[in-house]
């Protein structure tokens, strides 16, 4: 994960004009995606072992990294027909007061689709960019290279409708415009016509004092913010008149899941208007039990795992740990706070606080990889909870962690389109006056075929369609390769 180089930079730092260098030789999001091993005599051995994992899909990407091509990459750039605009952070009334009067502070930069606003960095001591910070008034809980709230607006968005995105980066990286949220927001905006906003919220680690419990409740106070004021009218409104999609990915989805359960506790007069939870590749257990932190490391599989975790399998766990540490403040009996490592709900953690999420039927949505290090947890949280929860669960075959984020332009890449689409139309189907969901825990499959590279598949067969593995109630749980849905903390 991410180490060396600071990835903290605040999104009035980014849009301040801090240029990174190549992310190739930066550091890139977490691991060196692209500078996968490159080492010939391993190709044919990782495609073989793929396959023997039935991960064909997984099995071609990775031939692709190891022949020398760069056919994967991280996805930047603003998607066509959306605008980027910042609106200042929560903690400054009067700037939002000059925002919403139309006389926007300084840092009020707006972006138009196809410019590229990633590969933002800072210097270890995160000063970098400090005076565009202040001059947008950020001074607020975030300090002052943090603050504020990215807004992806799409041509003819719904002003009573947003998706609010916690971006991931294990707690202590990235913000709303870097790291590939730029691109991730944007999509999701221009697929669904609905604004995506994403805060720049408060980071741990690195010395920062910003913790766990304290973030998740500026990013309620941010969410209540923008449903009371109309960011793209102007105008005033009551918490009810707004829905609302929670979002994130990794971290992000954890403190995503964490607001809905907050919200549940302390402001229970936001929950009519939450309308649906979507988790992309979440991190929900802070204590990193489950066996495929190193059963799915990558070099744990002779390069078949997880390519985005790249290190020994015996220190892959011990990496998200300091993470989780750092997150929580050193205070282990965090670890299974439920609103903090939101796996420990499944555990019975709190029985009152599952039982107010179970009364308030919020349908979350939620994808992982078969080839993540974080799949063991997601699906075991899945199975515990699948009869009590309205859950929709996408498991896809050999894809690594936040793939929906990669983009590849020689190879086809059809689990990511698959995945955005599942995505869009969960949230279509639950802004619905009567939510249509798809319960279950469902696998999905590439077929791949041709192309010159050595497939046992089928010549010309077409790719598989979604498939359903399972259904709600009382259906007979299917039998999943590599995953037994347990836990050693069991």
């Given at each position: 994960?991410?180490?060396?180089?600071?990835?903290?930079?605040?999104?009035?730092?980014?849009?301040?004009?801090?240029?990174?260098?190549?992310?190739?030789?930066?550091?890139?999001?977490?691991?060196?995606?692209?500078?996968?091993?490159?080492?010939?005599?391993?190709?044919?051995?990782?495609?073989?072992?793929?396959?023997?994992?039935?991960?064909?899909?997984?099995?071609?990407?990775?031939?692709?990294?190891?022949?020398?091509?760069?056919?994967?990459?991280?996805?930047?750039?603003?998607?066509?027909?959306?605008?980027?605009?910042?609106?200042?952070?929560?903690?400054?009334?009067?700037?939002?007061?000059?925002?919403?009067?139309?006389?926007?502070?300084?840092?009020?930069?707006?972006?138009?689709?196809?410019?590229?606003?990633?590969?933002?960095?800072?210097?270890?001591?995160?000063?970098?960019?400090?005076?565009?910070?202040?001059?947008?008034?950020?001074?607020?809980?975030?300090?002052?290279?943090?603050?504020?709230?990215?807004?992806?607006?799409?041509?003819?968005?719904?002003?009573?409708?947003?998706?609010?995105?916690?971006?991931?980066?294990?707690?202590?990286?990235?913000?709303?415009?870097?790291?590939?949220?730029?691109?991730?927001?944007?999509?999701?905006?221009?697929?669904?016509?609905?604004?995506?906003?994403?805060?720049?919220?408060?980071?741990?680690?690195?010395?920062?004092?910003?913790?766990?419990?304290?973030?998740?409740?500026?990013?309620?106070?941010?969410?209540?913010?923008?449903?009371?004021?109309?960011?793209?009218?102007?105008?005033?409104?009551?918490?009810?008149?707004?829905?609302?999609?929670?979002?994130?990915?990794?971290?992000?989805?954890?403190?995503?899941?964490?607001?809905?359960?907050?919200?549940?506790?302390?402001?229970?007069?936001?929950?009519?208007?939450?309308?649906?939870?979507?988790?992309?590749?979440?991190?929900?257990?802070?204590?990193?039990?489950?066996?495929?932190?190193?059963?799915?490391?990558?070099?744990?599989?002779?390069?078949?795992?997880?390519?985005?975790?790249?290190?020994?399998?015996?220190?892959?766990?011990?990496?998200?740990?300091?993470?989780?540490?750092n997150y929580v403040g050193g205070d282990k009996s965090l670890l299974k706070d439920p609103i903090l490592s939101p796996y420990w709900l499944a555990r019975g953690v709190d029985a009152?606080?599952?039982?107010?999420?179970?009364?308030?039927?919020?349908?979350?949505?939620?994808?992982?990889?078969?080839?993540?290090?974080?799949?063991?947890?997601?699906?075991?949280?899945?199975?515990?909870?699948?009869?009590?929860?309205?859950?929709?669960?996408?498991?896809?075959?050999?894809?690594?962690?936040?793939?929906?984020?990669?983009?590849?332009?020689?190879?086809?890449?059809?689990?990511?389109?698959?995945?955005?689409?599942?995505?869009?139309?969960?949230?279509?189907?639950?802004?619905?006056?009567?939510?249509e969901l798809n319960l279950g825990i469902h696998y999905y499959i590439d077929a791949w075929s041709g192309d010159g590279m050595d497939n046992d598949d089928e010549e010309g067969e077409?790719?598989?369609?979604?498939?359903?593995?399972?259904?709600?109630?009382?259906?007979?749980?299917?039998?999943?390769?590599?995953?037994?849905?347990?836990?050693?903390?069991?």
């Amino acid at each position: 994960m991410g180490q060396g180089t600071s990835f903290g930079l605040g999104l009035t730092q980014a849009l301040g004009g801090q240029v990174a260098a190549d992310p190739a030789s930066s550091g890139g999001r977490f691991a060196p995606v692209l500078r996968a091993a490159r080492d010939g005599s391993d190709a044919g051995h990782a495609t073989r072992l793929a396959r023997w994992r039935a991960q064909p899909a997984h099995a071609r990407l990775f031939a692709s990294f190891v022949a020398g091509g760069e056919d994967a990459e991280l996805q930047t750039g603003l998607a066509g027909g959306v605008r980027l605009r910042v609106l200042p952070t929560s903690a400054d009334a009067a700037s939002w007061s000059r925002w919403r009067d139309g006389q926007a502070p300084a840092a009020d930069d707006s972006l138009d689709a196809g410019e590229e606003t990633d590969g933002v960095t800072t210097d270890d001591d995160g000063d970098a960019g400090k005076g565009a910070a202040e001059a947008a008034g950020s001074s607020g809980f975030s300090g002052p290279d943090r603050g504020g709230i990215a807004l992806y607006t799409p041509e003819e968005p719904r002003h009573d409708t947003y998706i609010y995105f916690v971006h991931g980066g294990a707690f202590e990286y990235y913000c709303p415009i870097s790291g590939g949220y730029d691109s991730l927001c944007s999509r999701i905006a221009a697929a669904t016509s609905i604004t995506v906003a994403c805060p720049d919220h408060a980071l741990s680690g690195e010395g920062r004092s910003h913790k766990g419990r304290d973030i998740i409740a500026s990013l309620a106070a941010d969410l209540m913010r923008l449903m009371r004021l109309d960011p793209v009218s102007g105008r005033e409104r009551s918490l009810g008149s707004v829905s609302v999609v929670l979002a994130g990915d990794s971290s992000g989805a954890n403190q995503a899941l964490g607001l809905l359960l907050h919200l549940l506790q302390s402001h229970p007069e936001v929950m009519p208007s939450i309308r649906g939870v979507a988790l992309l590749s979440p991190w929900l257990d802070l204590t990193c039990g489950s066996h495929t932190y190193v059963s799915n490391s990558f070099s744990e599989q002779h390069h078949t795992g997880d390519i985005l975790f790249r290190e020994p399998a015996e220190q892959n766990r011990k990496t998200f740990l300091e993470y989780s540490n750092n997150y929580v403040g050193g205070d282990k009996s965090l670890l299974k706070d439920p609103i903090l490592s939101p796996y420990w709900l499944a555990r019975g953690v709190d029985a009152s606080l599952l039982a107010d999420l179970e009364r308030a039927e919020v349908p979350i949505w939620m994808c992982v990889g078969a080839a993540e290090a974080l799949s063991g947890e997601v699906l075991d949280f899945a199975q515990r909870l699948r009869n009590r929860l309205r859950l929709e669960v996408w498991q896809h075959e050999g894809m690594f962690h936040d793939w929906l984020m990669y983009r590849s332009e020689n190879l086809p890449f059809p689990s990511k389109e698959a995945n955005l689409q599942n995505l869009v139309s969960f949230v279509r189907r639950v802004l619905l006056t009567v939510p249509e969901l798809n319960l279950g825990i469902h696998y999905y499959i590439d077929a791949w075929s041709g192309d010159g590279m050595d497939n046992d598949d089928e010549e010309g067969e077409e790719p598989e369609e979604e498939e359903e593995t399972e259904g709600e109630g009382d259906e007979e749980e299917e039998e999943e390769e590599g995953e037994e849905g347990s836990h050693p903390c069991a």
